[in-house]
T-cell receptor, first 111, second 114 residues
Framework: EDKVVQSPLSLVVHEGDTVTLNCSYE??????LLWYKQEKKAPTFLFML????IEKKSGRLSSILDKKELSSILNITATQTGDSAIYLCAVGRQGAQKLVFGQGTRLTINP | EAQVTQNPRYLITVTGKKLTVTCSQN?????MSWYRQDPGLGLRQIYY???????DKGDVPEGYKVSRKEKRNFPLILESPSPNQTSLYFC?????????????FGPGTRLTVT
């Protein structure tokens, strides 16, 4: 059975800190790993990582895929209160018609 | 504007009273899916559809029905809602060949069954 596990489940830091969120997976025929940010309602897409694109960066956010360890990290540097959200990791399989989601990490940035 | 819309956004109902949550997308996406989100469990797939008249069960289909008569619409039907279906529901869509890539999510429907 496909499995995606995120850690920590909850994290509280101060504005300006750097945080690292983790995602590990056990998926047959891995195709892609996606990170989403969920603030008040719908998840919004952040990054997609595949075997041909294992590192992505956008501003203060960056993500790396470790194919050997079957995991990914999402880094956020110089955090701001607007980064407070639930961060979701999801994995897709080759030939499968769905994404398998982790439980999410609730990140709270205090001023 | 490209988007996925859901209605209603909030719904409080009683056990056993049939309800439908609508989902519509304007991106001509073949693939559509319903998820429910519960605390500590992440997003779990209920049903999905690869195209018109093609639907299949996800991980938690019990108590739900779907239909796909038109490409843009994918309603979720609860024939006899129960309290354990109290949850936050999301509809999502993507191009069929890119299901394991980016999915676009609707704003969510918060359902409470008493």
């Amino acid at each position: 059975e496909d499995k995606v596990v995120q850690s920590p489940l909850s994290l509280v830091v101060h504005e300006g800190d750097t945080v690292t969120l983790n995602c590990s997976y056990e998926v047959t025929n891995f195709r892609s790993l996606l990170w989403y940010k969920q603030e008040k309602k719908a998840p919004t897409f952040l990054f997609m990582l595949t075997s041909s694109g294992i590192e992505k960066k956008s501003g203060r956010l960056s993500s790396i895929l470790d194919k050997k360890e079957l995991s990914s990290i999402l880094n956020i540097t110089a955090t701001q209160t607007g980064d407070s959200a639930i961060y979701l990791c999801a994995v897709g399989r080759q030939g499968a018609q769905k994404l398998v989601f982790g439980q999410g990490t609730r990140l709270t940035i205090n001023p | 504007e490209a988007q996925v819309t859901q209605n209603p956004r909030y719904l409080i109902t009683v056990t056993g009273k049939k309800l439908t949550v609508t989902c519509s997308q304007n991106m001509n996406h073949e693939y559509m899916s319903w998820y429910r989100q519960d605390p500590g469990l992440g997003l779990r797939q209920i049903y999905y559809s690869m195209n018109v008249e093609v639907t299949d069960k996800g991980d938690v289909p019990e108590g739900y029905k779907v239909s796909r008569k038109e490409k843009r619409n994918f309603p979720l039907i609860l024939e006899s809602p129960s309290p354990n279906q109290t949850s936050l529901y999301f509809c999502a869509s993507s191009l069929a060949g890119r299901v394991s890539y980016e999915q676009y999510f609707g704003p969510g429907t918060r359902l409470t069954v008493t």
